[in-house]
């Protein structure tokens, strides 16, 4: 049997590799480990098929050169790495299934190292990225959670060191990371790699749900815990013990809760550190000193310290106050306990460290030029419903999928085409805020469920919004392209028939026919088939074949004339059915140009030899002296064709200008606003000062217009709002009138940044 070229064989490397070195897996694991190699070097192959098509197209309707270019590298890069990316895949799955007999790594596999630097500085790309490849695993982890359970299970049956659901090899985020890891060395544009993530999701991930069960079944089969029921994972979730070790395995779902407390304390072990040092520096006191009650004053439980925020009033805080506003209320609060002589509890530092984060992270937000006063006003007032979950859960820091966290990058986001000057009294948006706002502010202990749930509600408004908003956008789109097209077009045939009729002397009726009725067939021509075409160009041929058919010609050419304008006219009613005009009209415009045709022909006499010349001269006397002496009435002779010409010094047709040309050299962009138009993109949200005085606003590339260089900008619900020539806009970039906003995720800058100040205030401590 032939092997399909496309398939890439593994046998000949690891698994040969692997025998060799005597790491030898049990045949049950052996089994299930050949037939997750073979589903996943199968779908590899479909999703790298599929990739070269995507990309192709991708690039076809690039709105840029830049663009374009970028995606046909990275087709290219694709086509020549992809058995590369499959093989590093595949033997990086059989790398992970034989560490599976290893004593090494067997205690601190679970345990995950935190550095600081990975958690502070992380770039948008790989947060993009990073959340791209979550939303992959979390999606596979809730359709078949039952069936990635007791797999699992029976494999950590079978293996030496702790398996549960997420660090199983089989698993889905085991998977996803060889693969991510193997296609980090084709070093992508995000762009291509969210492109090739989806599709691997598409080939590998939506049908591994079929692959879970067999791999169940080939260990039920080889007597791998066949005893095993739903009710095992629903209720204790506690795998059976190992047969044939004799040691009893830990409880997988106990395990991965510890594991995830564990990354917590790590997280919030390095912020108390980093606060501490802020702290030390800025003279501020921590709130578990406030009480004043020394230090045999217990700290207070976490549902204690809601039950004292609960008295906070969120109308006392002011888009100016920021986070000190929060903690000053909370410091009022507790002086207020002391001076009662209730029960004396301080703080827990874990949660005057929450408190601190959260009150940095909206001083950050709230000191954001970018942002209009509605959304900080919005922001402001959700400071103490994220303060109540942050210290109810602390993952709120540590895990970026958190509801809260994607609430707030979402407000952020859908605010985004906001103005300063816009009246929200009526917006159906800032409504739906006010009242999630509202809906936080009434909950005394909200939790992630409420503000997932409030994130739904959000994104399903949006996206009908966005629906709506992306048809007006497309025909604005379409009308900009029209009429950019119409320009395009009539510029060109402006273009050709001056270049064509100007310093010529022509007839009246054919100047007039070339400029008003077939420049209209030129116009349409390039509107249906463009410049590029043969009806174009055959359009073109025909203004000139008219313009020599009402030359003088000579006598030994005029047959050839004459063919040629029969031609001609052929050519010309051909065209003239493109207007739909009636047949009298047709006729009207031949009869235009055949009468100047045949005054040209009528000038082409024989010419007459010497003796024939005498003799027509004699005769022509004697017919004189003949009709003198004895006149007679003679035929009339027909009257000569009089043709009216002209001679053309100015075009004939006005041609616009789609951008004024550069007089000067100051007038020239600079290198970098050139370099920054080159990078801009369609769907990148600007501010925008149209003109000098004038109010600046928020608004969006919609489309660069191939046909004019314009770039369109429209407003959130997809209406034009400003056009600009390449040249105008370098100009608005020079004088400082149009800027990028930072479309990334809010909580996440936030936090970045607070976190890179507190390092460089620890770095000179």
């Known amino acids: 049997m032939s092997q399909d070229p496309k398939v890439v064989s593994i046998k000949p490397n690891l698994v040969a590799r692997t025998a060799a070195s005597g790491s030898l897996l049990p045949a049950p694991l052996v089994t299930v480990r050949d037939l997750t190699s073979a589903y996943l070097q199968r779908g590899l192959v479909e999703v790298f098929d599929m990739a070269d098509d995507a990309l192709f197209e991708m690039a076809d309707k690039a709105a840029n050169n830049a663009e374009q270019t970028l995606f046909f590298e990275a087709m290219r890069s694709v086509r020549l790495q992809r058995l590369s990316v499959i093989r590093r895949t595949c033997d990086a799955l059989v790398l992970s299934a034989e560490q599976l007999t290893s004593e090494a790594g067997a205690q601190g596999a679970a345990a995950v190292s935190f550095e600081l630097d990975s958690l502070a500085l992380v770039q948008p790309e790989e947060l993009e990225q990073s959340v791209a490849l979550d939303g992959m695993v979390s999606r596979v982890a809730g359709r078949s959670q039952t069936a990635l359970a007791h797999l699992a299970m029976r494999v950590n049956s079978l293996a030496r060191k702790r398996v549960d659901e997420r660090n199983c ?23 291509v790699r969210l492109i090739i993530f989806k599709l691997f999701e598409r080939n590998v991930l939506n049908g591994i749900d079929t692959l879970y069960e067999g ?83 217990a700290p207070m439980h976490s549902n204690e310290l809601l039950q004292v925020l609960a008295a906070v009033s969120p109308e006392s805080f ?71 979950v942050a210290i109810v859960d602390k993952s709120f820091f540590s895990r970026s999928s958190h509801p809260a966290r994607r609430l707030l990058n979402e407000l952020s986001r859908a605010t985004m085409g906001w103005n300063e000057h816009d009246d929200l009294r009526r917006d159906q948006l800032h409504a739906l805020l006010e009242d999630i706002v509202e809906q936080l502010l009434a909950e005394p202990e ?11 509600r959000l994104t399903d408004f949006l996206r009908t919004e966005q629906r709506r908003a992306d048809r007006v956008e497309q025909r604005t789109r379409d009308a900009e392209e029209g009429r950019a097209r119409i320009q395009a077009a009539r510029a060109q045939v402006a273009r050709e028939m001056n270049g064509l009729l100007v310093g010529r002397t022509l007839p009246v ?39 020599v058919s009402v030359e003088p010609v000579n006598y030994a050419g005029r047959e050839l004339r004459i063919e040629h304008n029969r031609q001609t006219e052929a050519a010309l009613c051909e065209g003239l059915e493109l207007l739909g005009l009636d047949a009298a009209a047709v006729a009207a415009q031949l009869k235009a140009l055949q009468q100047p045709q045949l005054a040209a022909l009528a000038l082409a006499v024989e010419p007459a030899t010497a003796a024939e010349s005498e003799h027509d001269a004699e005769v022509i006397e004697a017919a004189v002296e003949e009709r003198a002496v004895a006149p007679a009435v003679a035929a009339p002779e027909p009257a000569p064709v009089v043709v009216e010409a002209v001679h053309i010094a100015q075009p004939v047709i006005q041609q616009e200008e789609l951008e004024a040309p550069v007089e000067t050299v100051e007038d020239l962009p600079s290198v970098g606003a050139q370099r920054w138009i080159d990078g801009l993109g369609t769907g990148c949200w600007c501010q925008l000062q149209s003109a000098e005085g004038k109010a600046s606003q928020r608004c969006k590339l919609a489309a660069i217009i191939s046909f004019s260089g314009k770039f369109i900008f429209v407003n959130r619900n997809g209406l034009k709002v400003a056009e600009f020539g390449r040249q105008e806009l370098a100009r608005c970039f020079d004088q400082g009138r149009i800027s990028l906003l930072d479309e990334n995720q809010l909580f996440d800058r936030a936090l970045e940044s607070v976190i890179g100040n507190l390092r460089q205030l620890q770095s000179k401590s």
Do not use: C
């Open 169 to 191: 090899p089989f698993a889905p985020g085991s998977l996803v990371e060889h693969f991510a890891e193997a296609l980090d060395a084709l070093e992508l544009h995000i762009k």
């Open 215 to 297: 791999l169940n079944e080939a260990l039920i089969s080889a007597g791998v815990m066949p005893d095993l029921r739903v009710s095992a994972v629903s209720s204790s979730r506690r795998p059976m013990p190992a047969r044939g070790t004799g040691d009893a395995r830990g409880d997988s779902g106990a395990g991965a809760v510890r594991a995830t407390a564990s990354e917590q304390q790590e997280v919030l072990g390095m912020f108390s550190e980093l606060i501490g040092k802020w702290r030390l520096a800025s003279g501020d006191m921590a709130l578990s000193g406030l009480t004043g009650s020394g230090a045999g004053s």
């Open 318 to 388: 002011s888009a100016e106050s920021g986070g000190a506003g929060l903690r000053r209320q909370i410091q009022q609060l507790l002086h207020q306990q002391r001076e009662m002589g209730a029960d004396r509890k301080t703080v827990a530092r874990v949660d005057d460290d929450v408190i601190s984060l959260v009150s940095m992270l909206f001083d950050f937000i709230l000191e954001d030029r970018e942002l209009p006063s509605a959304v900080k006003v919005l922001i402001t007032r959700l400071q103490l419903p994220v303060l109540r």
């Open 446 to 456: 909200p939790d992630a469920g409420l503000f997932d749930s409030l994130y739904q």
């Open 509 to 547: 009726t054919l100047v007039d026919m070339l400029r008003d009725t077939w420049s209209q067939v030129m116009q349409m021509v390039f509107l249906r088939e463009g410049a590029d075409s043969v009806a174009w160009q055959r359009a073109l041929e025909t203004a000139v074949a008219m313009v």
